[in-house]
Every structure is written in C-alpha cells, then in structure tokens.
C-alpha cells in the first residue's frame, strides 16, 4: 500500500475533524467515503468499532480514534513547527481535558438534542438546556481569547468546532434562536469562512471495492 487510507463520511463530525487536521497539516490520503447505513465489508472487516472515521496507514496498521488520527497527522506533517503551534506542550493536558468535556459530555447533551426521536423517554429541552452551558462556557473562553488558547488555533479548537456547528445546525433546525453569542459565534465562523473549508466539505462519490481511488484534499 503506497498511500495511507481514511475511511470518512462526509458530515460526521468526528470525520470532519479529522479531514481538518489533514488539512491544516498538508497531508494527503486516499479518501474513502461511505454510506453509514451500508457499511462495505472492507471497512467492517478492518474496524473493530465499526464507526468512521478510520486510517489504514501504509504499514497495514489500523487507527480508530479520531484524537490518535489528529495526533498521527501532527507527527506526520512536513510543516514548521506544526506541533509547537498546534499541539503545544504546555497545554497538552488543558487541551485534552477540553476535547474530553466535548466528546463526554457536550456530545452527550447534543446527540438527545439533534436526534431525540432516537432515544426513548428523553426530554429534549432538558438536552439543549444542558448542551447550551458548555457552549456558554466555552463562549466565556472565546470573550478573552481568538482561540481555546489563545490567538492560534489548537487541535482542541480542530476537535470541537464540527461538534458546535452540529449545534447550530440543529438550533436552526428546531427554529432555535440566540443560542450562540458572538465570540463563539466569530470563533465557529473563522473555521466556516476558512478557505479551506470548501475542500473539507468536498462531497466525494461513495466508495466501492471496485471505485476509482479518490484522495483527500481533492485539489
């Protein structure tokens, strides 16, 4: 295998976290894109969470989590001082422990919110009620800084802003109004308006055994 491998779907956030990291880091990949509903059989048979998005490196070696796959890509980059910037040691455990608020607990609240008709007996205004202190608290961060830590962004900015913008997605869905302020609201729009938010949102033909190989970023 001469390219390293990622199985992705295009709106999951997990997915979409990672893309950013590959593309902030300036590393190219095969891109497998999926149907979720359809899981091929090459992707069910080299995952063990059966979940995207995955990396099949060139070596054959699997990376599930999508944090291992940032930190991969961190390590891989060819660019200056991509983990004095991005992944700065002073701050690994803050980092950590922001990105572990998200994926525990902001998730938690967001997924009963967005997607209430899939859980039994589940107030959905309680959800958003709870989803909502997380966004003002990381709102109260933003007030003082451009960025999580700071005026650069960091892998814990990467790892969370799909997760909001699921969010905002949802309150606009659900006819919500004034549940982002601006300084998080200026923060989510930095990584919207970005160009290469264009290439990340790429829509990709689903993959097949037998597909033509397409690689992420397109361009």
């Given at each position: 295998m001469t390219t390293d491998i990622l199985y992705s779907f295009?709106?999951?956030?997990?997915?979409?976290?990672?893309r950013w990291a590959l593309l902030i880091c300036e590393i190219k990949v095969e891109i497998r894109e999926i149907d979720l509903k359809n899981k091929p059989l090459d992707f069910l048979n080299k995952s063990k969470t059966k979940t995207v998005p995955i990396l099949i490196k060139k070596n054959s070696e699997v990376i599930e989590e999508s944090l291992e796959?940032?930190?991969?890509?961190?390590?891989?980059?060819?660019?200056?001082n991509t983990e004095v910037i991005y992944f700065p040691d002073n701050k690994k455990e803050d980092i950590f422990k922001i990105i572990n608020e998200n994926d525990n607990e902001f998730k938690y609240h967001l997924d009963r919110f967005k997607y209430a008709t899939r859980y039994q007996n589940i107030n959905k205004e309680?959800?958003?009620?709870?989803a909502i202190k997380f966004i003002e608290k990381w709102n109260k961060i933003l007030s003082e800084d451009k960025y999580f830590f700071g005026d650069n962004p960091t892998i814990a900015d990467w790892s969370i802003w799909p997760f909001v913008r699921q969010f905002k997605i949802a309150c606009e869905n659900q006819k919500k109004t004034n549940y982002l302020q601006t300084p998080i609201k200026k923060w989510l729009d930095s990584f919207e308006n970005n160009k290469k938010f264009k290439s990340l949102m790429y829509k990709y033909e689903l993959w097949a055994a037998n597909s033509r190989k397409n690689y992420f970023p397109c361009n």
């Open positions: 295009r709106r999951c956030p997990y997915a979409m976290r990672v796959i940032i930190l991969w890509a961190i390590s891989e980059s060819k660019k200056e309680f959800h958003f009620t709870e």
